[in-house]
């Protein structure tokens, strides 16, 4: 019985260390197989037609600085939008709301996470497109600032989870020292709560920007899909076309191993680098604030 006890344990320990290794593996087979079909590009297009502003592959124009001012422009409106509004949500439902507000609050905005992409996309088209149209009167209701909205929602969710558990993290020892010296109750939040979870709530702005920026479907629908530079303020309130949207839009009629084909895979190569440094710094950051932490408590 003994024998088979340990048995048991030892195949079950073996299975979480191949559970754990294989997601390791399935990211450098990743990066593996873009390194494969994006590199080529290097060769078969010149550096000068990749740092160009247009992107006309039919006449093998394949100037990616229109796609990747697309994204950093939609990239940084939806982060305006959904940093302020995620961290007071945040600090509301950790610090203010009462308990059975926060029971509400906290699994609505979680569940909010789970709606399709496509969905909030249709809306946005149906609804936010239009609206914002009407409203600042432009040509089109299809611009940046429309995915930038629709971005900022999808990522409020990562945002407002994340550092709500940050500020519930800081001891209460730190709230009841700070009032026991006469501190009010937003002095407290403010000077004492949030800089403690300054590690927590970086990584919830990371990681939630981390999910902006390889969003696909409801950025496709909404942005316009132009691929023109996007100079100033002024191009907020214009469509411009994204990195993953560009990979989405044009990758099933591309012809395999065609200059397009190995021009595609690249920018998703400049993705995938992009995602992966915002992941690894949003777990270094994890990891920092768990430890000192730790040491706190000890």
Partial sequence: MKGTTKSIEFLLN??????GYSAIIFVILIFYFLLRAGLPTIGEVSIRNLLSVRWYPIEDYFGLLPLIGGSLIVTIGAALFAIPIGLC?????SEVASRRAREILKPLVEALGGIPSVILGFLGILILAPYLRKLLDLPTGLSALTGSILLATIALPTIVSVAEDALDSVPRSYRDGALALGATEWQTIWRVTLPAARSGVL????????RVIGETMAVMMVTGNAAVLPIGLKSLFHPVRTMTATIAAE???VAK???HYHVL???GLILFIISLGINIAASST???QRKRTERILS
């Fill in 89 to 93: 949500t945040a600090i509301y439902i």
């Fill in 14 to 19: 073996w299975i979480i260390k191949i559970s």
């Fill in 251 to 253: 990758m099933g009629e």
């Fill in 265 to 267: 895979f690249f920018i």
């Fill in 286 to 288: 994890m990891f920092k």
């Fill in 257 to 259: 191993n065609s200059t």
């Fill in 203 to 210: 990584t919830a702005i990371m990681l939630g920007i981390g």
